[in-house]
């Protein structure tokens, strides 16, 4: 019974998991005034805030990010494509971790990446698979 008992245990297990994301939209926006004033670092942190009243995706996220005197400044968006399942990551309380993973410029563009850490278990990857 032992053993079936550790089995099913696995199941329900959270398992960390990492994903990179690109933020859309930058240059709409206040990261290039950070960049210019040298805030930026890697491992940032970051907050990611649900904007279900935006008129062309209802599953939008806000990424933000506070600056030395902690005014907050909207950096951009999750993609559209990756959106409906970060959405459903933070509603369900399953994002642990959010922070800058590399910043770049190239032909005058800024380029930011993030780094999303979330905590799944089995059953919350397979929901989020076949429904997000």
């Keep these: 019974m032992h053993k079936i008992n550790a089995f099913f245990s696995w199941f329900n297990q959270p398992r960390q998991q990492n994903q990179v994301l690109l933020i859309k939209g930058s240059y709409y926006y206040d990261a290039d005034r950070i960049d210019a004033a040298g805030q930026f670092t890697l491992n940032m942190p970051l907050q990611l ?13 806000q990424i933000w990010v506070a600056d030395n005197l ?6 951009g968006y999750i993609p559209r494509s990756d959106a409906k399942r970060v959405n459903w990551l ?6 642990s971790d ?3 993973e590399t910043c770049y410029r190239q032909y ?3 380029y930011l990446y993030i780094n999303i850490t979330t905590h799944l278990t089995f059953w919350q990857r397979i ?6």
């Design 98 to 100: 959010c922070r800058l």
């Design 90 to 95: 933070i509603t369900h309380h399953c994002l």
């Design 49 to 61: 805030h649900l904007e279900p009243d935006n008129e062309y995706d209802a599953n939008a996220v």
């Design 108 to 110: 005058q563009r800024l």
């Design 127 to 132: 929901q989020i698979s076949w429904f997000v």
């Design 70 to 75: 902690l005014q907050s400044h909207l950096l």
